[in-house]
């Protein structure tokens, strides 16, 4: 006969588990997110910056700059960025995480993102 103290501790014993991945995917995903958003800010103040001073120096003569082969260079590099996010979505399936643990990394995700 199983007394009410084994049968509390057998369920705690069975949410510690959900409760690791729910906790854990959240911290995790509130960090990705953060670093994401400062991956992104960097990058950007980066590629404004060369093309603040590529202007610059156009504008003042010292360099020629070729429109053309700017817009293409930008338009290769934005299509090799989107061709490698589809090769990473193909390789691994987020749903094989588990449910508890791709929810929790979502939401602390998009939490990282909007509020860091």
């Known amino acids: 006969m199983s007394t009410n103290k084994d049968v509390t501790k057998m369920n705690f014993d069975n949410l510690i588990p959900i409760t690791t991945s729910v906790g854990g995917g959240f911290f995790i995903g509130i960090l990705l997110g953060y ?6 800010k ?9 093309l603040g001073l590529l202007l610059y120096l156009q504008h003042q003569q010292i360099i020629s700059v ?9 338009t290769f590099i ?15 399936d987020a749903a094989s ?6 929810a929790s990394m979502t939401a602390g995700f998009t939490l990282g993102i909007m509020k860091a």
């Open 42 to 50: 960097i990058l950007m103040f980066v590629a404004g910056g060369i």
């Open 66 to 74: 070729n429109i053309e082969k700017l817009e293409g260079s930008s």
């Open 97 to 102: 995480l588990g449910m508890p643990l791709t």
């Open 35 to 40: 670093f994401v958003k400062k991956v992104i």
């Open 78 to 92: 934005l299509t090799s960025i989107a061709s490698f996010f589809d090769k990473v979505t193909e390789m691994g």
